[in-house]
């Protein structure tokens, strides 16, 4: 089992910048990635960033240059630095992880409870 606790959302105006945090606890040891997604009003939820362990990271087309994901080095913290805010960054920002579940042999995927980023034009 994991758990994520995001924190760092909140109002900012186009053009700003925010930067969301997400703290893993549990069974850390078996996560291989992290990441963030988001979710609009009326839209699926949709990937944003992630980061394995080694260090690679994938970024949506619509960040890029724009945000960037980085991991502590106890590898339990995700940041999801963002700016050049646009109003269509705006949404729920969930923070999710794969670990490896010995019982069934295969990754799951944990969910935050979700921060809401909100920027206004």
């Known amino acids: 089992q994991v758990q994520l606790v995001e924190s760092g959302g909140g109002l900012v105006q186009a053009g700003g910048s925010l930067r969301l945090s997400c703290a893993a606890s549990g069974s850390i040891f078996s996560i291989r990635a992290m990441g963030w997604y988001r979710q609009a009003p009326g839209k699926q939820r949709e990937l944003v960033a992630t980061i394995t362990n080694g260090g690679i990271t994938t970024y949506a087309d619509s960040v890029k240059g724009r945000f960037t994901i980085s991991r502590g080095i106890a590898k339990n913290t995700v940041w999801l630095q963002m700016n050049s805010l646009k109003p269509e960054d705006t949404g729920v920002y969930y923070c999710?992880?794969?670990?490896?579940?010995?019982?069934?042999?295969?990754?799951?995927?944990?969910w935050g409870q979700g921060t809401q980023v909100a920027v206004s034009s």
């Open positions: 999710n992880a794969e670990s490896f579940s010995a019982n069934i042999a295969s990754y799951i995927d944990y």
